[in-house]
């Protein structure tokens, strides 16, 4: 497949609100939809989800300015959303630090790599492996569609909040396991119980790990689901008290999750100094506390959020800070 045919359907992709347009799935090219294994009968919900996720994956390879920069121009980057691509690009120019001209040939480069990078597999046949795919991002049954995840740091112990749509990939599944990790600081030696309760959608029926930073329990659903159904249930975990904590919250998969979004609000006291997205790094580079180039600001009752599609199994997604002392 010629990726200048793909890159002329990605520039023209960008154009307007990017992927947040509500006509997205009538400007898909056909290029794009072979490179994304859009069908001709996939509903227009459909073929965003396959989309969102293809170019996440394709960007991921990407340096991290040109993944940036590829990002905002098609409205993927935690860039305000705004309706036309010269607010975004303008965005982009005040987080690099560059003027407009760089800033285009930085997002024409990108564009040409990704093109580059949907090109290489979209010749693969889609379904060769399918079964193999499936497995492995269902070990045991089931995967992640969608977890919100609302993290409340203006209280002491700190809480979180999720709301987890999950899929079944086998008939009969009546149990999941949850698990929740809560790192801690040099101070966090004290023996303090962690507590993790279900709001809905099941019945915790065990659990292990109070007393340390990870919790794991087993969630009984309400009835057995059926191979394709989906089931959402929603927790919420009680963490160490504040001072104990890391500096950040991530996700790292170990199953697929095709969309996680994170809110974060922090109290007005306690406003970090400088905070950022991780996205798609490796687990332990979290601890190396070194900025990343998508910095965030907090809007002004003290939240943040961020969102993340197709995210890849054993790499971490979220937010990190530098707290104010």
Known sequence: ?????????????RRGRGLDSPELAARIGPRL??????????????????????????????????RLAARTALAMS????????????????????????TVARRTDEAFRLLAQNLGETATQDPDASSEASEAADAPDGWFIDTLVA???????????????????AMPGLDRITVSFSAPRGLEG?????????VLHGGELVELSGERTSHLR????????????????YGIVFSAFPRRWLRPY???????????????????????????W?????????????????????????????????????????????????
């Open 33 to 66: 939809r072979q490179a994304c294994g859009i069908a001709d009968g996939c509903s227009a919900a459909e073929a965003r989800s396959l989309l969102v996720r293809r170019l996440t994956e394709a960007t991921e390879a990407l340096p991290d300015d040109l």
């Open 217 to 232: 329990g087993v969630l009984r659903l309400p009835r057995p689901l059926a191979a394709g159904e989906a089931h959402e």
């Open 78 to 101: 935690p860039a305000p959303r705004q309706r036309f691509l010269r607010e975004r690009t303008a965005w982009l120019a005040g987080q690099l630090e560059r003027d407009s001209r």
């Open 277 to 325: 997205r991780v996205d798609g790094a490796p687990p332990r580079s979290v601890d190396d506390f070194v900025p990343g180039p998508e910095l965030l600001d907090l809007d002004d009752v003290g939240e943040v959020c961020v969102e993340f599609h197709g995210l890849r199994q054993g790499l971490s997604y979220g937010i990190q800070w530098v707290n104010p002392d």
């Open 150 to 168: 609302n993290v409340v740091l203006d209280r002491d112990p700190p809480q979180v909040i999720e709301t987890r749509r999950i899929v079944a």
């Open 249 to 275: 919250y991530v996700l790292t998969p170990l199953r697929r999750c095709d969309h996680f979004r994170l809110r974060a609000k922090f109290a007005r006291a306690a406003a970090p100094v400088k905070l």
């Open 189 to 197: 030696g004290a023996d303090r119980p962690l507590s993790l309760n």
């Open 1 to 13: 497949m010629p990726s200048d045919d793909l890159y002329t359907e990605l520039v023209e992709l």
